[in-house]
């Protein structure tokens, strides 16, 4: 089972709100209708809110991102599935997350989010370079601010 499936299905499952579960099974429908459209090799929250506001006036992109839990998480496993399967996309030779083998998935987990700390740590020094600073300056700078976090 792929990780959004199994995401969706738990929110559903476990909301009381009709709202949300009317707002997921909108987003979900969204997901489909762009991938199978052959969206751009990653689409976006944006994207999905669009076509829910044309289609039915909601919910909309802003209202998706005020939601980081579960309507935009929703939407960026979706992201990163659709672009482990397009063939253009960075993540063709990777396998998809199965949650079938719970210590697979567990440790690919792990080293994804290992991964996107290093990236943030990247992207922070270059910000630092290009506002002016040393290497040297910009990578303790980046370590300073990794500890107070």
Same mark, same amino acid.
């Given at each position: 089972?792929?990780?959004s499936t199994?995401?969706?299905?738990? !929110? !559903? ?28 090799a990653q ?57 079938? #083998? ?18 943030? /740590? ?6 630092? /370079?290009? #506002?002016?600073?040393?290497?040297? !300056?910009?990578?303790?700078l980046v ?7």
């Amino acid at each position: 089972m792929r990780v959004s499936t199994s995401f969706y299905e738990t !929110v !559903v499952t476990n909301s009381e709100g009709v709202a949300r579960v009317k707002s997921m099974q909108r987003i979900r429908t969204a997901c489909d209708s762009l991938e199978k459209k052959g969206a751009p090799a990653q689409y976006t929250i944006a994207d999905v809110g669009r076509y829910c506001e044309q289609r039915w006036g909601g919910p909309k992109a802003q209202s998706i991102r005020n939601s980081p839990v579960v309507l935009a998480r929703y939407i960026r496993l979706r992201i990163a599935e659709y672009m482990l399967a397009h063939p253009e996309g960075p993540g063709r030779d990777m396998e998809p997350l199965d949650l079938a #083998d719970g210590s697979k998935a567990q440790e690919q987990y792990l080293l994804a989010l290992g991964e996107i700390e290093r990236l943030e /740590r990247d992207i922070a020094r270059y910000r630092a /370079r290009m #506002d002016g600073y040393r290497e040297d !300056v910009a990578q303790e700078l980046v370590e300073i601010s990794r500890k107070q976090c």
